[in-house]
């Protein structure tokens, strides 16, 4: 896969993500083991029309798969690509807890020497 | 968890004067974070700072201060183009807010912009994330350093 489409894939997995319906359906075909357009429109305030649009976002940036079962597509989440999804960016919030501890410890030093100064 | 935005809350034993001049000031930034930085730490204040060296693929990113009310607020914007004014949508937000708490100051950071800006930007950050290889390279650096410093009033 060439640079180019690889940013595009992750491009979409982001907004994919994104977005707080999505995450919730997420949720959804997680604990009930996959689901349809209908059965997810039952559980959400959101008509069975843009659920559908929805998994469709879902589908292109490879978060769930659809299986063709009786009268409607059946949705499952694949795990693979929400666990990828999921440790892009906490690797971004783990570089964030590295530079919280440096502040922390330059601060500390700073009021440490101040206080030797002061006793 | 909120997809898109990055909170952290760590509890410091030092003044919140201390604390904000190290969140906010660049020769402090430039320890805990960038190789270089430079900026005046006053809203609206356009800089950049610098990853690695340069002249060997090293990235110069644009930084721009939003907020400074010491000692309880910085925020600053980063990663939008150079020749653009940092706005929502085309930079990460960076917010430290900072409270007393005991002896000490809670820090809570905040970094949003990542939805808005699509996924490339997060790619940007893990690329950045670990210049350092830790405190063992840090210390030696700092110590001269602390006592040469003044912090304002």
Redesign the interface.
Known sequence: MSAAVT?KV??D???A??DPTR?RMLDLLLIDGGGTATSLGQQLPVTRQAVAKHLGVLDRAGLVRAMPTGREKRYLVDEAQLARAVA??S?????????????????????R??QDNND | MEFGTIEREIYVAASPEIVFEVVSSPDHLKQWWPDDARYEATPGSSGEIVFGDCDAGGAVVPFTVVDARPPRTFSFRWTHPADKVAAKGNSLLVTFDLSPSGDGTLLKMTETGFREMGWEVAVLEQQYQEHVTGWDFFLPRLLPYVATLQVRP
């Open positions: 940013e992750d491009d997995l982001w907004s993500i994104g995450r892009q960016l690797s971004v919030g783990s570089a964030w807890d590295a530079r919280l501890q440096r502040i922390k410890r330059i601060a500390e030093a700073i009021q020497t101040q």
